[in-house]
């Protein structure tokens, strides 16, 4: 009893090794293929034209503020200290309606990056589940998952290839 025992035990542990050696697993690097394809690119370069346009944007306000501000300290010994007030008052209402503009225009920047990635995703991943049927490939992990893996399991480059011949641009609303 104790052998069929143990000759059932034994059985049972390398039919699991079995089926665990047939599941193809791969990996790909997501953020490699974000930086570095086609669409991916046209998107940073679409997020780096709206911050240097805010940034410049910020400049400007600011200078304007402070010549502003120099202009009312020049003026506060020769105008009336009512008028001085009133002015600075308008100055500060002024700057606190400009900040509500830039935290709005950093949020529309904010929205636009992660509407612009969501959608990069939905591309990515029709094309792997492509991807994955025409190499008969059980699962696709991403790289950022792994602690270690052999590199002839990662399928980045691949997927690069085939990304960049089937979208050339994300549009985003």
Do not use: C, R
Not at 42 to 64: A, F, G, L, R
Not at 82 to 98: D, H, L, P, S
Not at 146 to 155: A, C, Q, R, Y
């Amino acid at each position: 009893m104790k052998k069929l025992f143990f000759i059932t035990f034994v059985l049972l542990i390398f039919e699991k090794n079995f089926v665990f050696s047939e599941t193809v697993i791969k990996f790909i690097d997501v953020n490699y293929i974000y930086q570095n394809s086609i669409a991916g690119k046209k998107i940073n370069d679409q997020i780096k034209d709206k911050s240097k346009k805010m940034n410049k944007k910020i400049e400007d306000y600011k200078k304007n503020m402070d010549n502003k501000k120099q202009k009312l300290a020049s003026q506060k010994n020769v105008i009336s200290q009512e008028a001085y007030q009133k002015t600075f008052i308008e100055i500060e209402n002024e700057i606190k309606e400009i900040n509500s503009l830039i935290a709005k225009d950093n949020q529309n920047i904010i929205k636009f990056t992660n509407d612009a990635k969501i959608i990069f995703l939905k591309e990515l991943n029709k094309i792997m589940e492509e991807y994955s049927i025409n190499n008969s490939i059980d699962m696709i992990i991403k790289k950022e998952n792994i602690l270690i893996g052999k590199n002839t399991l990662e399928s980045t480059k691949e997927i690069l290839e085939i990304f960049n011949k089937e979208v050339k641009q994300i549009k985003v609303k």
